[in-house]
Nanobody
Framework: QVQLVESGGGWVQAGGSLRLSCTAS????????MGWFRQAPGKEREFVAG????????YYADSAKGRFTISRDNAKNTVALQMNSLKPEDTAVYYC????????????????WGQGTQVTVSS
């Protein structure tokens, strides 16, 4: 089993930046693809960014392209989401998730989830 803990959320003004981090433990981290998802009140959980187990390929939702960057450090068992040029519509709880071997944009295909970290962007 993999345990995930997110950190780095907070409150920022529009145009600001945040860096979210996720620390994994419990199993071989490098065997898992990682993703970031978010969920705003009254909305479904949506894919934000994903990264393959090797870190060789990354994937982004259209809303995140050009602003967000996902990265991982398998030696440290961490995955990060650098968020720049934040917009009010980015306000949500952000979750990191782990999926065995293959990356996915579908939340129900990830086996392990963190508890989430709140990101609030003011206009």
């Amino acid at each position: 089993q993999v345990q995930l803990v997110e950190s780095g959320g907070g409150w920022v003004q529009a145009g600001g930046s945040l860096r979210l981090s996720c620390t994994a433990s419990g199993r071989t981290f490098s065997n898992y693809a990682m993703g970031w998802f978010r969920q705003a009140p009254g909305k479904e959980r949506e894919f934000v960014a994903g990264i393959t187990w090797s870190g060789g390929s990354t994937y982004y939702a259209d809303s995140a392209k050009g602003r967000f960057t996902i990265s991982r450090d398998n030696a440290k068992n961490t995955v990060a989401l650098q968020m720049n040029s934040l917009k009010p519509e980015d306000t949500a709880v952000y979750y990191c998730a782990a999926r065995r071997v293959l990356v996915s944009t579908k939340s129900n295909e990830y086996q392990y989830w963190g508890q989430g970290t709140q990101v609030t962007v003011s206009s």
